[in-house]
């Protein structure tokens, strides 16, 4: 059976990961999280303070860090490990997500993340959702859909998140921080937020996960069908 590479590109917040978590297992395709990469290394940028401005500590830092998933069978996904540790809810706080759009948007940063993602497919078979994956990473996939939602829509989301996670943090300090992250995200210079010429617009604003889900699928058979 023909495998695909499905790109989920889009803004924060608008369900990608979960999105692409629930197609990966339905089609029995491998998922990489790209933006928990970018997370990760900021995290190690923060712990290790290493300054964004200074191109030799990124690139020794770039060095140190070696960013592998692993499958967590009590969540039924993949964890994240930064050096063989789990960093997965770490990596979720809100302290990284008003870093990580600055992060991402160094050059270096940017091109040792698509050369490890790049290494990781090795065949088709696998859903990479993130904000360049169908403009950059795999301009060759088969499917890419880019995912938008309203901005207060996205933060309230952001805001159930981390709630649920024992994080309380004000509605309007989360749309900053979106807002900022989608002017730094589409404005940077290597792989920003832009939507593929033949990419599929998903506005997620009032749609459930389960018909995003059925809507990358239903692609993806339409797709299929014609290769």
Known sequence: MKKTIIALDGHSSCGKSTTAKQVAKKLGYAFIDTGAMYRTVSLYFHDNHVSLTNPKEIEKALSEIHITFHFNEHRGASDVYLNGL????????????????????????????????????????????????????????????????????????????????????????????????????STREEGPLSQAEDAVLMDTSFMTIDEQVDFVIQLHDSVLARL
């Open 86 to 185: 789990n960093v997965e809810e770490e990596i979720r706080k809100m302290y990284i997500s008003q870093m990580v759009s600055e992060v991402s948007a160094i050059t270096i940063v940017r091109k040792a993340m698509v050369a490890q993602q790049q290494k990781m497919v090795k065949h088709r078979g696998v859903v990479m959702d993130g904000r360049d994956i169908g403009t950059k990473v795999f301009p060759d996939a088969e499917i890419k859909v880019f995912m938008t939602a309203e901005p207060t829509i996205r933060a309230a989301r952001r805001q159930q998140e981390l709630l649920s996670k024992g994080e309380m943090v004000d509605l309007d300090i989360i749309l900053e921080n979106l807002k900022k992250r989608d002017i730094i995200d």
